[in-house]
């Protein structure tokens, strides 16, 4: 197996149109969740909640937001530990989640969430009971019959109930059915879940690596441990190095040295092109954090800034808020990380029309901004 020599750029094109972001855009909701094998579930409406964002920024003002809603009540599409994915992917993890909390030696946190569940095994049957009846059920209708406390330093503590919902849908035992709102609405896992085969546990893992290589591009085989969704792909692809770039490298094949033509896309924070960071500053060396959690006198970018891509480059963030009692999509700021040709300025502009557009709502811009940018248009 031949090790593929990269250059930035490279790596760029491959990760960008892995993510359906060049100039060819997909035009099926279900198709793009599909290849990107997720959808990350966050309610933040700054502008638009993530999972909306991030198919509008593939498909299109033709997405409409009653399109997942409507993917999610057909079972479609399915959430899982507040991510959303294709039916066809659930298979995939009903391996590990029979080999819950996990295979091999296990971590303390994974042991104290085993003995917690295990101490509350009445709590859990008096779950199971009331769904089978009733459900589907909101967590707070439900018992709360733990006899050990769930205890945590963060704002999960106490929260048992929800806590052993989590853990059940890890294990395949509920899932979510439905949302009202924000409430999730839990039924028995049977009642949700497509009722495919699923293949044994390693040979899931290694299909997951290729499904995750082939809508990332390019990643480490190697990274950083996540509890829902890796950032790394083992053995899938081939080997590649990247100028510029310390380690190794695992790239799609498939993608290298295919022809590039790229467009002007605006990105949910919680978009994968630029959610593993690390990977963002080493390729597109692009400077950015999510700022929603700063005191608003130390960002520097806003709340929810959305990066701007641009072609293969990240080139600058959009400071937008969406104000629906005003019906205004509100621009405080448009960062440019270099400034922007006319060209550049221009198709941005677009963008952020296309937006306020498919928000219905009206667009105020920074003055200066919008004459300099509007000048870019002529």
Request: charged letters at 30%; aromatic letters at 8%; hydrophobic letters at 40%.
């Amino acid at each position: 197996m031949s090790l593929h020599q990269l250059s930035r750029t490279d790596a760029r094109r491959i990760a960008v149109r892995a993510q359906l972001l060049d100039a060819v855009r997909p035009t099926d909701l279900l198709r793009v969740v599909r290849h990107l094998t997720m959808l990350q579930y966050d309610q933040t409406a700054a502008v638009a909640p993530s999972p909306h964002l991030v198919a509008w920024s593939r498909l299109g003002s033709s997405y409409s937001p009653e399109q997942l809603h409507r993917a999610l009540r057909d079972g479609s599409l399915v959430e899982l530990q507040l991510i959303i994915r294709h039916q066809d992917y659930l298979a995939l993890c009903r391996a590990e989640m029979a080999q819950w909390p996990g295979d091999g030696e296990l971590r303390d946190w994974q042991e104290y969430q085993r003995d917690w569940v295990q101490a509350n095994e009445g709590c859990r049957r008096d779950i199971l009971y009331r769904l089978e009846l009733d459900g589907p059920m909101r967590s707070r209708d439900l018992p709360d019959t733990c006899e050990v406390p769930w205890r945590s330093s963060g704002w999960t503590n106490n929260r048992n109930v929800s806590r052993l919902l989590d853990f059940m849908e890890v294990r395949g035992e509920v899932a979510v059915a439905t949302r009202e709102g924000r409430d999730r609405l839990w039924d028995l896992a049977y009642r949700v879940y497509p009722d495919d085969p699923a293949p044994d546990l390693v040979e899931s893992r290694r299909i997951r690596n290729e499904l995750r290589l082939a809508a990332l591009g390019i990643a480490r085989a190697r990274g950083p441990e996540y509890q829902v969704e890796a950032q790394d792909v083992d053995e899938a692809g081939e080997p590649a190095v990247v100028a510029g770039v310390r380690g190794q490298w695992r790239v799609d094949p498939a993608l290298v040295g295919q022809p590039f033509t790229g467009r002007t896309a605006l990105l949910s924070p919680l978009d994968r092109l630029v959610y593993d960071r690390k990977r963002m500053s080493e390729i597109f060396e692009f400077d950015y954090q999510l700022e929603m959690y700063k005191p608003a006198a130390k960002r520097r970018w806003g709340y929810w800034a959305l990066p701007i891509l641009h072609g293969d480059r990240l080139v600058g963030k959009v400071d937008a808020a969406a104000d629906r009692e005003r019906g205004v999509l509100q621009v405080h700021a448009i960062h440019e990380d270099v400034p922007f040709s006319r060209q550049v300025a221009a198709d941005v502009r677009r963008e952020v029309e296309d937006l306020a557009d498919w928000l219905e709502l009206d667009l105020s811009l920074p003055d200066s901004w919008a004459v300099t940018s509007r000048a870019a248009s002529r």
